[in-house]
C-alpha cells in the first residue's frame, strides 16, 4: 500500500492545535485501530511489513502514546518511583542517573523524590506520596544505614526494592546492589600478589553501606593471605578528608608499603599530600581506589581502582520490579566490578619509607575516625 505524503504532512501539522492519536497513526496507515494497538504492544500477529509502516507512520507523525491511558486499559502502572537520600556522592547520583535511563528505555517513567533526616518520617511520607500517584514500584537508593532501616520499617502497597550494598531482603523489601566486598577484596588482593604485606585501609564514612562491605572486604583478603588487617581510618569520602589524613601520617613518619582507598576522590587526597611531600606514588607507596571515576585515567600517576557498573546494576534493579510488577521471576545475581590496574600501584620494594616507624597501634583494629578516635564497629543484623 502506498502512503500519501499529504496524509502524513497533514497530520505532522496538527500538533499546531493538539496531539496525534492512535487515530491519527491508524488513519494515515489504513488500517484498524486495532492493528495500531497490537504493534504499539508488540503482538505477534502483524505482518512484518504493517508493522514496519506503522512504526515508521508513528515516527514521522510524532505520535507518542499516553501513559495513563495506558494504565487504564491493561491494570498496569507504566511509571517507576525512585527514592533517594540525594547524596552528592559518586555512587548514588551514578546509579540515580542509570536508573533513570534504564527505565525510560524500558518504556516506565520515573517519579524521583528526595528525602532527608529524620528518615523515620521522611521515607514514609515520601513512599505513601509516590504511591499516591500510581507508580507500579518503587526502587530505593539507600546508602547510608539509618535510611535503610526507615524503609525496612515503612508501609506501601506497591512492589519496593533497594539498592544497599550487602544488606540482606525482608519478607517486604528485597535488597539489591553489585558486590562491592568482592571488588574490596580484588583491590587488597592486587596489592597482595605485588608483595605488599603492610596495606592501610583509608575507609569510607561506617555509616554508610559501602564504607561496611568495603572494610569487610580488605579485612578477609588479608585474613585469606595469612596477614593482619593493619591502620584503617575512616573518613568522609572526600579529597580534602584523605589529603589531610596523608600529611598527618607523613608528619608522624607512618606511611605503609600500600593504601586500598575506599573511593578514587579519597586516593585523590592521598596522591596529592604524597606528592607535595616528596613521597613517591607508587614507588613509595602503592595506591588502589574504588569507583573507576570519571578522569581516573588522568591521575598523576593513573590510578588503578575498581570499576562498578551502574548501568548493569541499574538493568537488574529495574528488571527485578518489573518482574515482580508484571508477577515473574528475575534472576537476582549479583554484578561483579572488575579490578583496572594502571600505574599508581607497583611491586613492592624494601624502601625503609615503606615501613610503619609507630607499631604501637595494634595491627587488627577497628577503623579510627581521623582525627584519631576508636571507634567500635558491630556487625548490623541486616548485613550478610
Aim: aromatic share 6%; hydrophobic share 40%.
Amino acid at each position: 500500500m502506498t502512503i500519501r505524503r499529504d496524509a502524513i504532512d497533514r497530520v505532522a501539522d496538527a500538533p499546531l492545535r493538539r496531539k496525534p492519536t492512535i487515530n491519527d497513526v491508524a488513519q494515515v496507515a489504513g488500517v484498524s485501530f486495532g492493528t495500531v494497538s497490537r504493534v504499539l504492544n508488540d503482538a505477534p500477529d502483524v505482518s512484518a511489513s504493517t508493522r514496519e509502516r506503522v512504526l515508521q507512520i508513528i515516527k514521522d507523525i510524532g505520535y507518542r502514546r499516553n501513559r495513563a491511558a495506558t494504565a487504564l486499559v491493561t491494570s498496569r502502572s507504566t511509571s517507576i518511583g525512585i527514592l533517594s537520600d540525594g547524596s552528592p556522592r559518586f555512587g548514588p547520583v551514578g546509579t540515580l542517573m542509570a536508573l533513570e535511563n534504564v527505565a525510560r528505555k524500558k518504556g516506565y517513567a520515573t517519579t524521583v523524590i528526595s528525602v532527608e533526616k529524620p528518615y523515620e518520617d521522611s521515607v514514609q511520607a515520601a513512599l505513601d506520596s509516590l504511591d499516591d500517584t500510581g507508580v507500579g514500584g518503587i526502587i530505593v537508593i539507600a546508602p547510608l544505614v539509618d535510611m535503610a532501616a526507615a524503609v525496612w520499617s515503612a508501609r506501601c502497597r506497591v512492589p519496593v526494592e533497594m539498592i544497599a550494598a550487602g544488606a540482606s531482603s525482608t519478607p517486604n523489601v528485597f535488597t539489591y546492589s553489585e558486590n562491592q566486598e568482592l571488588g574490596a577484596r580484588l583491590a587488597t588482593e592486587h596489592l597482595i600478589d605485588l608483595g605488599h604485606t603492610d596495606i592501610a585501609h583509608f575507609a569510607g564514612s561506617m555509616d554508610w553501606f559501602d564504607g561496611r562491605v568495603r572494610k569487610r572486604g580488605w579485612e578477609a583478603a588479608l585474613r585469606e593471605a595469612g596477614l593482619e588487617p593493619g591502620l584503617c581510618l575512616e573518613g568522609d569520602w572526600s579529597p580534602r578528608w584523605a589529603y589531610e589524613t596523608g600529611l598527618q601520617l607523613i608528619r608522624e613518619e607512618r606511611i605503609p608499603q600500600a593504601i586500598f582507598a575506599a573511593s578514587d576522590n579519597t586516593a585523590l587526597g592521598l596522591i596529592r599530600a604524597f606528592a607535595e611531600k616528596g613521597v613517591r606514588v607508587p614507588d613509595d607507596v602503592s595506591i588502589v581506589g574504588f569507583d573507576d571515576i570519571e578522569g581516573s585515567d588522568y591521575f598523576l600517576p593513573p590510578l588503578t581502582t575498581v570499576r562498578q557498573d551502574f548501568t548493569a546494576l541499574a538493568l537488574m534493579i529495574t528488571e527485578v520490579l518489573i518482574g515482580a510488577i508484571e508477577g515473574r521471576e528475575v534472576d537476582p545475581t549479583q554484578i561483579a566490578p572488575t579490578l583496572v590496574v594502571r600505574d599508581s600501584s607497583t611491586r613492592a620494594t624494601s624502601h625503609p619509607s615503606n615501613s610503619p616507624k609507630t607499631p604501637d597501634t595494634p595491627p587488627n583494629q577497628n577503623c579510627r575516625r581521623s582525627p584519631v578516635v576508636a571507634v567500635t564497629l558491630e556487625r548490623d543484623p541486616q548485613l550478610k
